[in-house]
């Protein structure tokens, strides 16, 4: 049999303790799927005393995580520290520069350095495997930058963080307000102390951003992703949404346009019957729409020690598997130096359907107003709603749009505004086709 293979692990949390927890229970059967064992000699993380609910007594320690990285006597180094900076940043890159493959589940870290570090380990020719830091225990990066070969990407999109898909699944079936579910989503685990990472889209972003340099082969771009989060979703939007057959998802979408790449992260109405709009609660799902294959879709558990342990395992047995002298495959599908510059598309030149709710002042001429603002930029309506709204003196009116541009809509909805007919911001929705 085959030298063991030795693993260090930095960051000893839920999914540090998981992955050291199921390498330790699994190990007869890995040995079997691997060819040689995998074995964790060496750990680094804040506190040595703490009880993880596993055997590391035979592990080395260390308290510095990037002289971990470098010891000569690991083959693997798996980083769980998180952050884009500082020793998660440091220790990536001594592991790789001192020749060693690396596993990690930090989209933070991928989605800004990832291109430079792609770059190291491909001189180095070692493995930098990443499967845990995209949708959790979904395989998306193995699928992408292995099983689509041959297929020509046009558009990748899914459901990337659990806390909002629960927050939005619990305002639909109970009729909570956006606090009320972000503040059980707080208790339970689900959403931190400050959620704004997760519902403002951050998280969703960085996640996208890797996904789109795998499907275009373009440099990774995290700041070129327009952004919206959900926290000014409100009962009134899901119910409107539900009357008109839709149901409220916060989607990240990448696709190739005519003028270059769009990345967004923003609320989503998406067809009830779509496959998506049937993934609940913390669930994750990622649809890939190829020239060849057509649509492919992924769902299952986004986040969470054992399905974020499950994916790094996957990655070190990947590493196991392969033998000295493989010629390993590019860590973005392309060839790091050979990723083409980012060209932005144009975000307000986004063509599709819109959903406007429009809370107005009950008086005459209003209603003619708002059909002359969307008549002046070309926008033609597939339905318009009145509702009366709780004040007696405002109505609200719920427009849905044929295909239309962004700019049309905002153009038109500031147009409104100026007239003085609103006594709210207008809401504006997207409509995304979706399998």
Known sequence: MAEALRVGIAGLGTVGASVARVLSEKAAELTRQCGRPIVVTAVSAR?????????????????????????????????????????????????????????TANKALLSKH????????????????????????????KTMREALAGNSVNRVFGILNGTCNYILTRMEAEGLSFDECLKDAQRLGYAEADPTFDIEGHDTAHKLSILTALAFG?????????????????????RAAGEL????????VAQRTESGIEQRVHPTMVPTASVIAQVHGVTNAVAIETDILGELLLSGPGAGGNATASAVVGDIADIAKSRPGFQHGPV?????????????????SHAGGYFIRLTVHDRIGVFAAIAKRMADN????????????????????????????????RKATDGITKDGHLTTKPQVIRIERAG
Do not use: C
């Not at 506190?47 to 470098?70: H, I, Q, Y």
């Not at 990832?114 to 990066?141: Q, W």
């Not at 973005?332 to 307000?348: E, I, S, T, V």
């Open 218 to 238: 373009t440099r990774i771009s995290a700041g070129d992703v327009y952004m919206e989060g959900i926290s000014n979703i409100s009962q009134a939007d899901i």
């Open 245 to 252: 057959g839709y149901r409220i998802k916060l989607l990240g």
């Open 332 to 348: 973005f599908g392309w060839p790091a130096k050979q990723l083409k510059p980012y060209k932005k598309a144009q975000m307000r």
């Open 378 to 409: 070309d926008i033609s309506l597939e339905s318009i709603v009145q509702h009366s709204a709780e004040a007696d003196a405002q109505k609200t009116v719920i427009l849905v749009t044929h295909e239309t541009t962004e700019a049309a809509v």
């Open 114 to 141: 990832g291109v430079a570090l792609a770059e190291i380990a491909e001189k180095k020719g070692v493995l930098l495997n990443y499967e845990a830091a995209v949708a959790g225990g979904i395989p998306i990066i």
């Open 47 to 103: 506190s040595k005393r703490k009880n993880r609910g596993v055997d590391l007594s035979k592990a080395k320690w260390f308290d510095d995580p990037v002289k971990l990285a470098a010891d000569a006597d690991i083959d693997v180094f798996v980083e769980l520290i998180g952050g884009e900076e500082g020793p998660a940043r440091a220790s990536v890159k001594a592991a790789l520069e001192a020749g060693r493959h690396v596993v």
